[in-house]
T-cell receptor, first 116, second 114 residues
Framework: GAGVSQSPSNKVTEKGKDVELRCDPI?????LYWYRQRLGQGLEFLIY????????KSGLPSDRFSAERTGESVSTLTIQRTQQEDSAVYLC??????????????FGEGSRLTVL | GNSVTQMEGPVTLSEEAFLTINCTYT??????LFWYVQYPGEGLQLLLK?????DKGSNKGFEATYRKETTSFHLEKGSVQVSDSAVYFC?????????????FGKGTHLIIQP
């Protein structure tokens, strides 16, 4: 597709279960970002991938959160032992350049996670 | 650290009214400034940007001027339409060694009534 694709669009899970969210960036975009958007809050930076460099994990809120990216393609965000406070929309974005002065970010529609 | 503060919503206006959504920022270095828009059921998309002081970004009738002296990047439109109803996010990118990616404000929900 032409845009950033995320799946699932909606996920309802029970507390304590693991979830995996997927992001398929725009082809050729070297930079990929994950953000979290809690209800009524701004976007919270989670993790950033740039090419084959080590990812910037500085925004991950706990060790229950992890993310992987294979080369410059698909990324998965995994949340282990989910808690109710993990309920949010998880947004993925990609761009042509990253680092200190990113170009325009292109966002997916997000994955809405609800933890019961 | 970097931060972006924008006016709380929702903001409700009548069609053809004048719009201002305030945005102020704090940052190290010399940030680039952005407005993103999220229409209902869609992902965020870039509306406009400005990369240095006194630059004016514009798109779809919206404008914002990078004011370094007041650390502001207020969004304006002279005559809003129902189709402008969306959530608007102010954001910055710090080119002075800050975190990768963008720092976003909390978003302002704009509702335009016919």
């Amino acid at each position: 597709g032409a845009g950033v694709s995320q799946s699932p669009s909606n996920k309802v899970t029970e507390k304590g279960k693991d979830v995996e969210l997927r992001c398929d960036p725009i082809s050729g975009h070297t930079a990929l970002y994950w953000y979290r958007q809690r209800l009524g809050q701004g976007l919270e930076f989670l993790i950033y991938f740039q090419g084959n460099s080590a990812p910037d994990k500085s925004g991950l809120p706990s060790d229950r959160f992890s993310a992987e990216r294979t080369g410059e393609s698909v990324s998965t965000l995994t949340i282990q032992r989910t808690q109710q406070e993990d309920s949010a929309v998880y947004l993925c974005a990609s761009s042509l350049v990253g680092g200190l002065a990113p170009g325009e970010l292109f966002f997916g529609e997000g994955s809405r996670l609800t933890v019961l | 650290g970097n931060s972006v503060t924008q006016m709380e919503g929702p903001v409700t206006l009548s069609e053809e009214a004048f719009l201002t959504i305030n945005c102020t920022y704090t940052a190290t270095g010399y940030p680039s400034l952005f407005w993103y828009v999220q229409y209902p059921g869609e992902g965020l998309q870039l509306l406009l940007k400005a990369t240095k002081a006194d630059d004016k970004g514009s798109n779809k009738g919206f404008e914002a001027t990078y004011r370094k002296e007041t650390t502001s990047f207020h969004l304006e439109k002279g005559s809003v339409q129902v189709s402008d109803s969306a959530v608007y996010f102010c954001a910055l990118s710090d080119s002075g060694g800050g975190a990768d990616g963008l720092t976003f404000g909390k978003g302002t929900h704009l509702i335009i009534q016919p």
